[in-house]
């Protein structure tokens, strides 16, 4: 298994200072209740949040049962989601190093946060150990490059008049779950059998005009500020009017709105393991 040690600090770093400005930017708290539905939560179950972020999901979830609890690895998140909601439970935790004991959780809630794991092998059969036999685990991801404007209209950009070559951490390939059968498989080398594969449509409105865009790359993301800020300083004005030029075709009414899709992936623990 490849180390990315240097990737796992990178992100955790980067996250560390997006706690602030997550909710503005972010398009999963509109997900988040579409994807707590494929739980299939009963008032019983014992949930785990992994990623949790400012606690939305965990938020979510507290609706059908009150034993859920919300982790992340960024303690600023932790704090976030502590203020925001001081009536539910959270805690820092690594996904990679989970200190729960064997068989106990129901269900496992992840959203898009198996993107920024630095070992999403290891994650997953963290996700395997703690879930009871026959658990469920539901997680999200971000659709393809090619389908995602957001993600694929940077690609080319950075293609075209920059560098991806800037000195990023190395780290796992960004789309081994939003392919089906690359999911099915990772899933099922950690004692899990994908149940279900949706993909769904969806439409990011940022709340700001095209000439926002290089500011949204900056919050919304690790990777896609440090790809813009470590580019050569003579070539950047160019790259970002070059995207602010490509997000015009998003522009209504002065606010971007663009195609976001994404996967909603449901796994179940394989009776044997564990």
């Given at each position: 298994m490849p180390i990315f040690s240097d990737f796992k600090s990178?992100?955790?770093?980067g996250w560390e200072q997006r706690a602030a400005t997550y909710g503005k930017w972010s398009a999963t708290s509109q997900i988040v209740p579409i994807a707590v539905e494929a739980l299939n939560l009963s008032s019983?179950?014992?949930?785990?949040?992994?990623?949790?972020g400012p606690g939305y999901g965990t938020s979510e979830i507290s609706k059908k049962t009150q034993d859920v609890l919300g982790t992340d690895?960024?303690?600023?998140?932790?704090?976030?989601?502590?203020a925001l909601y001081p009536d539910l439970e959270f805690e820092q935790a690594?996904?990679?190093?989970?200190?729960?004991?064997?068989n106990s959780f129901d269900k496992v809630f992840c959203t898009f946060g198996v993107l920024h794991f630095a070992h999403p092998d290891k994650?997953?059969?963290?996700?395997c150990r703690v879930l009871r036999p026959g658990g469920i685990f539901v997680f999200t991801v971000w659709a393809p490059v090619?389908?995602?404007?957001?993600?694929?209209?940077?690609?080319?950009v950075i293609s075209q008049l920059g560098s991806f070559d800037v000195g990023l951490p190395d780290g796992p390939p960004i789309d081994d779950f939003s392919v089906k059968d690359r999911a099915s498989t990772k899933l099922s080398a950690q004692g899990l059998l994908m149940t279900n594969f949706q993909m769904k449509d969806n439409v990011f409105d940022t709340g700001s005009p095209a000439s926002e865009i290089p500011k949204i790359y900056r919050e919304v993301g690790v990777r896609s500020k440090g790809l813009l800020d470590f580019q050569d300083q003579n070539k950047l004005p160019r790259i970002e009017t070059e995207l602010i030029s490509r997000f015009k075709e998003f522009e209504e009414e002065g606010t971007v709105k663009m195609p976001f899709p994404y996967v909603i992936v449901t796994a179940r623990k394989e009776q044997q393991h564990y």
């Amino acid at each position: 298994m490849p180390i990315f040690s240097d990737f796992k600090s990178f992100e955790k770093d980067g996250w560390e200072q997006r706690a602030a400005t997550y909710g503005k930017w972010s398009a999963t708290s509109q997900i988040v209740p579409i994807a707590v539905e494929a739980l299939n939560l009963s008032s019983v179950d014992r949930v785990l949040e992994l990623a949790c972020g400012p606690g939305y999901g965990t938020s979510e979830i507290s609706k059908k049962t009150q034993d859920v609890l919300g982790t992340d690895f960024a303690d600023s998140m932790i704090t976030e989601a502590k203020a925001l909601y001081p009536d539910l439970e959270f805690e820092q935790a690594d996904a990679e190093n989970l200190k729960f004991s064997n068989n106990s959780f129901d269900k496992v809630f992840c959203t898009f946060g198996v993107l920024h794991f630095a070992h999403p092998d290891k994650a997953l059969r963290e996700v395997c150990r703690v879930l009871r036999p026959g658990g469920i685990f539901v997680f999200t991801v971000w659709a393809p490059v090619e389908k995602s404007p957001f993600f694929g209209i940077l690609s080319e950009v950075i293609s075209q008049l920059g560098s991806f070559d800037v000195g990023l951490p190395d780290g796992p390939p960004i789309d081994d779950f939003s392919v089906k059968d690359r999911a099915s498989t990772k899933l099922s080398a950690q004692g899990l059998l994908m149940t279900n594969f949706q993909m769904k449509d969806n439409v990011f409105d940022t709340g700001s005009p095209a000439s926002e865009i290089p500011k949204i790359y900056r919050e919304v993301g690790v990777r896609s500020k440090g790809l813009l800020d470590f580019q050569d300083q003579n070539k950047l004005p160019r790259i970002e009017t070059e995207l602010i030029s490509r997000f015009k075709e998003f522009e209504e009414e002065g606010t971007v709105k663009m195609p976001f899709p994404y996967v909603i992936v449901t796994a179940r623990k394989e009776q044997q393991h564990y």
